[in-house]
């Protein structure tokens, strides 16, 4: 119920995971002027209600999201780039499609991002090299192809990039999908250790 939400101006952490939902996100809480720790984690909608991540756009001052094995319909909105508070993303076995957008690299302060295991196509952006504090890039079983660009691969050798997985050993679902990376420090679901509980 989305009024609950309303005049909430100080909430600042905000924890929906591990429920059922018969509804949609309600807008209030894209509106929370203060909110800067968001999850939904282990989520469910059910009565054919399509959840997609567009509500995320109005969080302007979230810093964390973790949603991870809650499905939502399509892909990450390219106006994400404009969330520049945000510095951990979390959004694995979410079922996306679409390509990441080069929005991505707008973000100032990202420096965790974990996009593993769902349908993303399309090379991996040259943008993400603009991520001057990342630590953590994970990008493996999902539709990618062609190469880890240089532009990331120079974090791996003198920057903070600490861990960066992809899909570069070769077991993409077919042979287009696996990823050239020289710089990567685990290569599919197995050595990045991509486990389902």
């Known amino acids: 119920r989305g009024e609950a939400f309303a005049g909430l101006n100080r909430l600042r952490y905000l924890d ?29 909608f059910i009565n054919g209600v399509q959840q997609d991540l567009n509500f995320l756009i109005g969080m302007q001052n979230l810093r964390e999201t973790w949603m991870d094995f809650t499905t939502f319909v399509g892909g990450i909105p390219p106006q994400m780039g404009s969330i520049v508070t945000l510095e951990s993303l ?56 062609g190469a880890m660009p240089g532009e990331i691969c120079v974090h791996r050798n003198t920057g903070n990039l600490a861990m960066l997985g992809a899909d570069c050993d070769n077991t993409g679902t077919t042979p287009s999908t696996s990823i050239s990376c020289t710089c990567c420090t685990c290569c599919g679901q197995f050595q990045c250790e991509d486990f389902v509980f």
Do not use: H
């Open 16 to 44: 929906m995971a591990d429920n059922i939902y018969t509804t949609n996100v309600p807008p209030q809480i894209s509106q929370l002027p203060e909110l800067q720790f968001f999850y939904m984690d282990n989520t469910l």
């Open 90 to 145: 979390s959004l694995t076995f979410c079922g996306l499609t679409g390509k990441i957008p080069p929005e991505l690299g707008n973000l100032p302060s990202l420096d965790r991002v974990w996009l593993y295991q769902n349908q993303l196509t399309g090379q991996i952006p040259t943008e993400l090299g603009q991520l001057e504090r990342i630590q953590i890039l994970f990008l493996e079983g999902n539709l990618l192809s």
